[in-house]
């Protein structure tokens, strides 16, 4: 049994006069993912594919030929076809990934000298880009937000997001197989979907670590859509390509979302990351300094009570520096404890008492 392509393109023109019938697909909307052919002229029963017979294919279709839930013959290049019950079985890809491989296995051949004793049918799958599917996490999702890959320095916090996602039939073969099975009539994108948006939420958790790895933050995510499909496809490769013929195709997020906790958290995090340097937590001290003096000069209990607490800052400030700069060498003239200035020769420090040999 084989296929004959008889005339290129879509338009079914003179083959009709030399079809005794044939079979047909009008279109294939967005939500229709495979339907069973519709049969057309004096044949009889839409259950026999009769020796001769026209199968018509349109853009964005593949045309499987199935006898007892077997395939026969494949179909992917849009054209005018015969069918020839003496020929052995042909395939027509149209360039799908992995179709070849997969009709190879599948394939089984028969011979019956142009008679047709079991039911038949034609299914044409939808190859086209299946749109609009929106998606959202219901639970929080974990991002890293690394700030000094050398030290480690990193924080973990919890993302949501939404949009929406794209992706095609490349191997109707594996698909017929694996999820629409000999249906009677159609198969819905909606019978699939909920466990497909639930693999790829799944699947976000090690996408959202290979973008965390390369430096990007949650909030320019949306600008990292193209990093962001290239994970989830890897991710998705064998439970969508290799399992179902369907590839991941393409992203949209909306927006991304993280609790005020754990911005507040980053915040604080990042201010202690930039204060390690000295000269940054010196200049942070005196711009903090300088706006305790301005506001105590505008204090309601009395200029006294402002500066006092000017100069508890400035004390917790230089507190803050000897901390963050270590202790100093007892030679450079300064007590390695508590910062101040030491006389010539001193072996005790006459601030803070301790010893210093």
């Known amino acids: 049994m084989g296929l004959i392509k008889a005339l290129a393109g879509s338009v079914i023109g003179t083959a009709l006069d030399t079809w005794k019938d044939y079979f047909v697909c009008d279109s294939l909307d967005n939500d229709t993912l495979m339907v069973k052919g519709t049969k057309r002229g004096f044949g009889g029963s839409g259950e026999v594919i009769t020796n001769g017979s026209g199968i018509v294919l349109n853009e964005g279709q593949c045309a499987l030929v199935v006898e007892e839930g077997n395939i026969l013959e494949v179909a ?33 051949r028969f011979t019956y000298g142009g008679e047709v004793n079991k039911s038949q049918r034609v299914y044409y799958v939808n190859t086209k880009e299946i749109m609009d599917n929106r998606f959202g996490t219901a639970t929080p999702i974990p991002f890293r937000v690394i700030f000094d890959k050398a030290t480690g320095s990193e924080v973990e916090i919890s993302v949501r997001c939404n949009g929406e996602f794209t992706f095609k039939i490349v191997d109707p073969v594996t698909f017929y197989q694996k999820v629409a099975g000999n249906k009677a009539y159609r198969y819905e994108k909606d019978e699939i979907l909920p466990i497909m948006k639930s693999e790829m939420l799944d699947a976000l958790n090690p996408a959202f670590g290979k973008l965390s790895d390369l430096g990007i933050r949650y909030s320019e995510l949306p600008a990292h859509t193209s990093e962001l ?7 998705l490769k064998v439970r969508w390509e290799e399992n179902r013929g369907i590839a991941f195709d393409s992203l949209t997020i909306n927006s991304v979302t993280i609790p005020e906790a754990d911005a507040e958290r980053i915040k604080n995090f990042q201010f202690s990351a930039v204060n390690k340097d000295k000269d940054t937590a010196n200049a942070t001290i005196i711009s903090a300094t300088a706006d305790a003096i301005r506001d105590a000069a505008n204090n309601a209990n009395g200029a006294a009570t402002g500066f006092m607490n000017v100069n508890m800052a400035s004390n917790l400030g230089s507190q803050f520096l000897q901390q963050n700069d270590g202790p100093k060498p007892s030679g450079g003239g300064y007590c390695p404890f508590c910062g101040q200035p030491l006389p010539a020769g001193a072996k005790f420090c006459p601030n803070c008492g301790k010893a210093l040999q």
């Open 229 to 235: 499909k290239d994970a989830l496809r890897e991710a």
């Open 76 to 108: 992917a290049e849009p054209g005018n076809y015969t069918f020839d019950s003496s020929l052995s079985p042909s395939i027509f890809d149209g360039g799908l990934e992995g179709l070849k491989n997969s009709f190879k296995e599948a394939v089984e």
